[in-house]
């Protein structure tokens, strides 16, 4: 994070604000900074922070928004980074002030990481959000800071007020410096030794206190799940290996003898808990182990439903849009190969790109409304247990499920995970959702291949998305017990009463996603389009069987002349490097029922899957644009024979190309959100080598399974 300076050269002040999610944090960022905010990762890490700038006194101070955590031990990728701002750790400037966000419905519970941060001796200043829902249950301020020994300001952000107050309070915190380590509570003889043993073993440039020390104790268990986020130094690793304590005993006696003091010092003042009567009403349905079910199923089916229809409009709108600049672009420029890398290349990359944007839209703002409303919370606590037993988080669910509709989106939802560990292991099994790209791939082959019962047809279809959705979670389960093995950590999350979204910082976010999508995905994106489009298109000059230039001249009707050009451009396929380079695959994927035509196709699937109907429309000369009604590529690859006569496509074959389009991880768009979001190029290399196998492997299993069986 960058560093401001102020008039005179010196470093501006530095607030950071921090609290629980759903605390109000975003709303009262996006009022103190004013629209100035701008969004930044954490050095080597993707979760992000918004930084901005905000008015101080008589200058100005940066103003960080810290990811949404309930405590400061770092199980959490979110716990370690906030750690490290609030004491200005791996290489990040220590602020001035912490700002804590508090709700005040429900302020005892909120006020954990509160105590945590003074047991640091970090400067802070409590900001009670949401007042407005708890007028009358709070005592005066003056009582609060009495006990809590900091300022306390209550701000109701979303109608403006506090902020002023606000400002003054961190102003007085900047200039006062910060105070001496606040304890509530005393550890025990043993628990005490081992904060001594831990203190020693810490690294030299951090503080050497008793906070820090119980922290390490705190962030260690024997399964080693520190690794998933790195928070233990080597040296402190083996410091926590010669302990005689239990981290569930230590866990015990902290988190146990905090909330106490927070249950006789803090409930005493309060009037009782705020309305939560509409909250508890609706809960009783929402978080039922039935009727919650069966309400989650309905939201869910909505979402799945627009982004399969209501985004359509906007996706055709778009293809029609970048289809018309193509064709400007074709009939202003002259005939040559800068004008195809224009058309082709450029365009159709870009439009590859942007065709992406309604989904992604329309799937941050549900989620975003869901989310401000609430409601998400009640989601992953439904879905915990299910997800648990395959390794995966509770709010695996949604991401998982919006991969129905496309796996870009989907990959870009995990973000509102806690972990990185859950994070990068649901991005390894989002993409074996069946996504809408693969049901023109599915389409075909079905219509084409199980003809005669409509029945056969619809049961396959719904079978492929079974198969998707139970391949994915043995997947995860077989992850989660080997490569990404780490101890499953309880779903703690608060649930908050129900809301009003704040649709200005939903809009905010969809803006920012929108921003990174376009700036980071797009480009790879588009690079790796016109590599295949040059790949398809060269070399220009293949030799062909015929004159076609003659042939086409001679030709007596438009039909001879459209079925010579079909005849052209397969030829130029087949010589093109992808043509050569499915003829080199061909030995691979025999043992699957496939011919290097179908390599071809699998090839031009890699820029997104449904690109395979077109790549074998001109493969088999039809042309490539084939519509679902048009029996012409349906017919033409049943008549396709092998060198001995047998048929090539055979509902053996078909059922294997099914399953390896089910499993194979042929989405440009896809790895190179993965790498946008991991930072790197390990895990989509991985998810593109084990995605990969494991297609060979199920469609070897099937084709020579069925052949062994007697099916041809």
Not at 374 to 382: N, P, Q
Not at 690 to 701: D, E, H, I, Q, V
């Amino acid at each position: 994070m960058n560093e401001l300076q102020d008039v005179a050269g010196a470093r501006a002040p530095l607030v950071v604000l921090a609290g629980n999610p759903n605390s109000g944090k975003s709303t009262l960022f996006n009022r103190l900074t004013g629209g100035s905010a701008r969004t930044g990762n954490y050095p080597g890490v993707t979760v992000e922070s918004s930084i901005g700038v905000m008015k101080v006194g008589e200058g100005s101070a940066e103003l960080v928004d810290l990811p949404g955590t309930y405590s400061l031990v770092a199980r959490t990728l979110e716990e370690r980074l906030t750690l490290s701002a609030v004491l200005g750790l791996e290489g990040l400037a220590r602020p001035d002030v912490v700002a804590v966000c508090a709700d005040a419905t429900v302020l005892s519970r909120s006020l954990y990481l509160l105590l945590q941060l003074q047991e640091l001796g970090v400067p802070v200043v409590l900001i009670l959000t949401m007042v407005d829902q708890a007028e009358g249950l709070l005592p005066e301020p003056g009582i609060l800071e009495s006990l809590l020994r900091c300022p306390v300001v209550r701000v109701v952000a979303r109608d403006g007020l506090g902020l002023d107050e606000t400002r003054q309070a961190l102003s007085r915190a900047i200039d006062a410096g910060p105070p001496p380590p606040v304890w509530r509570w005393a550890p025990g003889e043993d628990l005490r030794e081992a904060i001594e043993l831990a203190r020693v073993a810490l690294p030299p440039t951090w503080p050497a206190s008793d906070a820090l020390g119980l922290w390490a104790l705190m962030s260690w268990t024997p399964e080693g799940e520190e690794d998933a986020v790195g928070a233990l130094t080597p040296e402190l690793q083996q410091a926590m290996e010669r302990l005689a304590l239990h981290p569930s005993d230590i866990d015990d006696e902290a988190i146990g003898a905090r909330y106490a003091w927070l249950d006789a010092e803090v409930l005493p003042l309060l009037q009782g808990q705020a309305d939560r009567s509409f909250t508890e009403k609706l809960d009783r349905v929402l978080i039922h182990p039935v009727a919650g079910f069966a309400v989650f199923l309905v939201v869910m089916g909505l979402l799945f439903q627009g982004l399969f229809a209501w985004s359509d409009p906007a996706i055709g709108a778009i293809e029609m849009l970048f289809g018309w600049l193509g064709g400007l672009a074709e009939g202003a420029l002259p005939a040559g190969i800068l004008t195809d890398l224009l058309v082709e290349g450029v365009i159709g990359g870009v439009g590859g790109v942007i065709v992406f944007l309604p989904q992604i839209l329309l799937l941050f703002l549900i989620l975003g409304l869901l989310e401000d409303s609430g409601y998400l919370a009640r989601v992953a606590y439904l879905m915990d247990r299910i997800m648990r037993s395959m390794g995966l988080n509770g709010r695996a669910f949604v991401p998982m499920l919006s991969g129905f509709a496309c796996a870009v989106p989907a990959i870009m939802a995990t973000r509102s995970m806690p972990r990185e560990r859950d994070r990068i292991l649901t991005m390894m099994v989002v993409p074996l959702m069946t996504c809408s790209a693969r049901l023109p791939v599915y389409t075909l082959i079905i219509g084409s291949l199980f003809v005669g019962s409509t029945w056969v047809q619809s049961g396959l279809l719904l079978a492929m998305y079974a198969f998707s959705v139970l391949t994915a979670l043995v997947t995860a389960w077989v992850l989660s017990k080997t490569l990404l093995k780490a101890q499953p950590t309880p779903l703690v999350l608060e649930l908050p009463t129900y809301r009003w979204p704040r649709l200005r910082d939903v809009a905010t976010m969809m803006w920012r996603r929108t921003k990174e999508f376009l700036k980071d995905a797009g480009t790879v994106i588009l690079g790796c389009t016109i590599v295949l489009w040059g790949l398809l298109s060269f070399p220009a000059n293949v030799p062909t069987t015929i004159d076609y230039p003659a042939a086409i001249a001679a030709a007596s009707s438009e039909e001879q002349v459209q079925d010579l050009e079909n005849a052209l451009a397969s030829e130029q396929l087949a010589g093109s490097y992808a043509g050569q380079v499915g003829q080199f695959i061909e030995p691979a994927i025999e043992p699957l029922g496939f011919d290097w035509k179908i390599g071809v196709g699998l090839i031009g699937a890699f820029a997104a899957r449904e690109v395979f109907v077109s790549t074998m429309g001109v493969v088999y000369s039809v042309g490539d644009s084939v519509d679902e009604e048009d029996a012409g590529l349906r017919a033409r690859m049943m008549e396709e024979r092998r060198a001995d006569g047998s048929s090539v496509y055979t509902p053996l074959t078909g059922l294997s190309l099914l399953v390896f389009f089910a499993l194979a991880a042929q989405c440009m768009s896809t790895l190179a959100v993965v790498k946008r979001e991991t930072g790197g190029w390990k895990w989509p290399v991985f998810m593109t080598v084990y995605m990969t196998a494991l297609a060979w492997g199920a469609s070897f299993l099937v084709y020579q399974g069925g052949r062994l069986l007697g099916f041809q």
